[in-house]
């Protein structure tokens, strides 16, 4: 079984750009059921389909397969929920070689930048970023899945 761990917080700034490589995201979702969601994405040039369980704390199960990207185009155009997710997603290696994976929303979700970790177990320890802010791990309105109904324009206060 496939699982995920992962946390989340808001980012301050953009000092994470210095030293992380950067790829485009498109991606939608066929289901966003509590109990799972399938996620359809383009990364760079690769297609990919994403069954996701339901998130107790900060795991959940999770198993992603690679699927043509021609393939993954015309889900997204026809099958997919709607607003698509755009993004810029960067990469940054930290000094304890921890990978961040920080989001830059485009389109309906421009404004956001979330920043996600992924762990070993849940209980792991791990130094944050100056460039970090406050945890949105357990506010499901940072779960892409959300943000096709709920989109971060729509936000009051935005946050």
Do not use: H
Not at 38 to 60: D, E, H, L, P, Q
Not at 88 to 99: E, K, L, P, Q, V
């Amino acid at each position: 079984m496939g699982k995920e761990i992962e946390r989340k917080f808001l980012v301050n700034g953009d000092k994470y750009r210095e030293n992380s490589s950067k790829t485009y995201y498109k991606q939608g979702y066929l289901s966003v059921d509590k109990e799972r969601t399938v996620r359809i994405r383009i990364a760079g040039n690769r297609g990919f389909i994403t069954i996701k369980g339901k998130t107790t704390g900060c795991s959940r199960q999770e198993y992603e397969y690679e699927i043509p990207v021609t393939e993954a185009e015309e889900i997204l155009d026809n099958l997919c929920l709607k607003p698509i997710i755009e993004k810029y997603r960067y990469r940054y290696i930290d000094a304890d070689n921890i990978i961040w994976e920080i989001d830059e929303f485009m389109g309906e979700n421009a404004g956001l930048t979330v920043a996600e970790i992924e762990l070993p177990t849940e209980d792991s320890l791990f130094t944050k970023p100056d460039w970090i802010g406050q945890e949105v791990t357990d506010d499901a309105r940072f779960y892409n899945s959300n943000l096709i109904r709920n989109p971060f324009k729509r936000w009051k206060n935005n946050k």
